[in-house]
């Protein structure tokens, strides 16, 4: 299943992104939504923003799920291929 990088918009100011992005990875972690598996979660306090790697069928999907099941803004979402750096 491809991967998405996942960036949303400026969380309204009663979001915490902190709270924000572990609910997300509560909800996309333990099976709630079929189909969709968050990889990683990040979250920066100082720009009000989460960001998530996640796998799932297709963009479309993703941004479904993120924006009306979880109530999170994108800004941009975007296939992601992880680069292994040979030494």
């Known amino acids: 299943m491809p991967s ?3 960036n949303s918009a400026i969380l309204s100011s ?3 992104p902190r709270t924000c992005a572990m609910g997300a990875a509560k909800m996309l972690s333990k099976g709630k939504i079929k189909g969709i598996e968050m990889k990683a979660c990040y979250c920066c306090g100082t ?3 989460v960001a998530f790697l996640i796998e ?3 963009q479309e999907t993703i941004l479904q799920v993120i924006q009306e099941q ?3 803004p994108v800004a941009s979402i975007m296939e992601a291929e992880e680069v292994t750096v040979i030494p």
Do not use: S
């Open 4 to 6: 998405y990088l996942v």
């Open 47 to 49: 720009e009000n923003r």
């Open 56 to 58: 799932g069928p297709n």
């Open 70 to 72: 979880l109530d999170i």
């Open 14 to 16: 009663a979001k915490d």
